[in-house]
């Protein structure tokens, strides 16, 4: 017989969880299909998890759930070959009122399942989506699984897939797949590392994290930003880069994390031989703007990653998720008072990404990918003037410190010149504005 359901969400992401969740509360009967063995375990995340998004699902969730030390402490490093020019911000008040906490998915999302379980939603593990069950007019009604008699319908699918859109596409809500300069590809490690040193190498308490972003050296002249981010007895590394940028270099993404760990600055902090219990190698998409599908059909909404929302300059993508999520499940609720789960009802998803931190931050940044793409001066010149600027600066060696004023603006003016420079702090300011 027919199986049926009020909603089917597709992947057990934050986005897929967060939106079985708030239906699941309000009594609509939905089922999630998660195609890895269990929610979390095909997902990478370097792993800061912003607490605002999920507080609005879960008050005070940090109490129950799986997190690794609340982030007190986040770092800017800017790179030369043997130096490092730091900015950081430690700010007390997070620790009354957590901003940001350190996760592992695997752990993370397998709590948040168990959540959105009790709430009385059916998780199916091991199931992959594979197309869209439609009607006599083309619209979808539900879907098929790689399950035997495994079609179910729906009044509504939420699509939560992820990086790669491939349903996303079936639904025609994208026309064409990621270019190689929408995504990035990124890797990490997990490295052990005693809680005690860890407290002592980062100066924090067994509760407490910092997170550091780097930038410069370690990529190569690609346009990249990698992390470190303390967990409580492991130490999240890792980088990212454009798809398309890593190609043309020719270089492997894993050497790029080599040259991050190889860093005198990055040694001191992860050891001589630091210990890694897992590597992971994952996309983040990246177009901006720009490159985001249409966010709903009749019947159908997409969020989190396979709808393009992320925010990579400030790390933000699962709180994207977790948002988005709501947003599609709100929306549903809405269609069931209203009766009706075509594009007339389903536009109220659009409006609520619109009015959101979500389209206005994405709307913010939407050059700045293209920004990056064409001017690659802004990696490769700056972090090493920079840091060669304050080595002179900072060196007492009985040279004037009018002739080091002359010779770092000799230097400007050889390595960039002054108006070329002035120019590029000219385009990031728009790209940013
Ligand atoms: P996902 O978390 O990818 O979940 C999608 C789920 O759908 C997966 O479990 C997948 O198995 C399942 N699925 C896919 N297709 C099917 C199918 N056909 N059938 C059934 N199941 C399917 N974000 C932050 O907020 N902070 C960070 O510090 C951060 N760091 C990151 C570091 C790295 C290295 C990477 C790769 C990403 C990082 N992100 C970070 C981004 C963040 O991980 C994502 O934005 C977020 O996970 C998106 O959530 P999602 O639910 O949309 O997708």
Redesign the pocket.
């Known amino acids: 017989h027919k199986k049926e359901f009020d909603v089917v969400v597709?992947?057990?992401?934050?986005?897929?969880l967060a939106a079985a969740y708030v239906l699941a509360k309000a009594g609509i009967n939905v089922i999630v299909?998660?195609?890895?063995e269990y929610?979390g375990s095909?997902?990478?995340?370097?792993?800061?998890?912003?607490s605002n998004a999920m507080e609005k699902l879960v008050p005070e969730f940090y109490k129950e759930a799986k997190v690794e030390r609340n982030i007190i402490e986040q770092n800017m490093w800017l790179l030369g070959d043997n130096s490092l020019t730091k900015i950081g911000h430690k700010n007390k008040t997070w620790v009354e009122k957590p901003n940001a906490f350190t996760v592992l998915?695997a752990n993370f999302d397998r709590w948040f399942a168990s959540k959105v379980e009790a709430a009385g939603a059916l998780i199916i593990p091991k199931?992959?989506?594979?197309d869209f069950l439609r009607d006599g007019s083309g619209k979808i009604v539900g879907v098929r699984t790689t399950r035997p008699n495994g079609d179910v319908y729906a009044k509504a699918v939420i699509i939560?897939?992820?990086?790669?859109p491939?349903?996303t596409m079936k639904a025609g809500l994208r026309d064409k797949d990621l270019k190689s300069n929408m995504a990035a590809i990124?890797v990490?490690e997990l490295i052990e590392m005693p809680e005690e040193v860890i407290n002592d190498r980062f100066n924090v308490t067994s509760d407490q994290g910092a997170t550091i972003e780097l930038l410069g050296s370690w990529s190569k002249g690609l346009f990249g930003l990698a992390?470190i981010?303390t967990n409580r007895k492991t130490v999240s590394v890792?980088c990212?880069v454009f798809i398309e940028d890593i190609k043309k270099s020719g270089m492997k993404p894993y050497e790029l994390l080599e040259s991050l760990k190889n860093h005198p600055a990055v040694k001191d902090l992860l050891g001589e031989e630091p210990k890694v219990m897992e590597y992971?190698a994952?996309?983040?998409p990246e177009g901006g703007y720009h490159a985001m599908p249409r966010f709903y059909d009749d019947n159908v909404l997409a969020?989190?990653?396979?709808a393009m929302m992320?925010n990579s300059i400030h790390?933000?993508?699962?709180?994207?998720?977790l948002t988005s999520?709501r947003f599609a499940a709100e929306t549903l609720i809405e269609a069931f008072d209203r009766g009706d789960f075509s594009k007339r009802t389903l536009k109220i998803y659009e409006e609520k990404l619109r009015e959101s931190f979500i389209i206005k931050d994405l709307l913010k940044y939407k050059d700045l990918p293209r920004t990056l793409e064409k001017n690659p001066q802004l990696v490769q010149v700056y972090p090493d003037l920079v840091n060669d600027a304050f080595g002179k600066f900072l060196t007492v060696d009985g040279t004037s410190k009018w002739d080091l004023q002359k010779e770092i603006i000799d230097e400007v003016r050889r390595r960039r010149g002054i108006i070329p420079m002035v120019n590029d702090l000219f385009k990031l300011w728009k790209a940013v504005r």
């Not at 299909?33 to 890895?36: I, R």
């Not at 939560?160 to 790669?164: D, I, L, Q, S």
């Not at 969020?303 to 396979?306: E, I, V």
């Open positions: 597709i992947g057990a992401g934050p986005a897929g299909f998660e195609k890895g929610p095909k997902n990478v995340m370097g792993g800061v998890l912003y998915r199931t992959k989506v594979e939560a897939e992820g990086v790669n491939i349903l990124a990490k992390f981010y890792g990212g992971m994952h996309l983040i969020c989190g990653d396979a992320v790390r933000e993508g699962s709180n994207y998720a999520g």
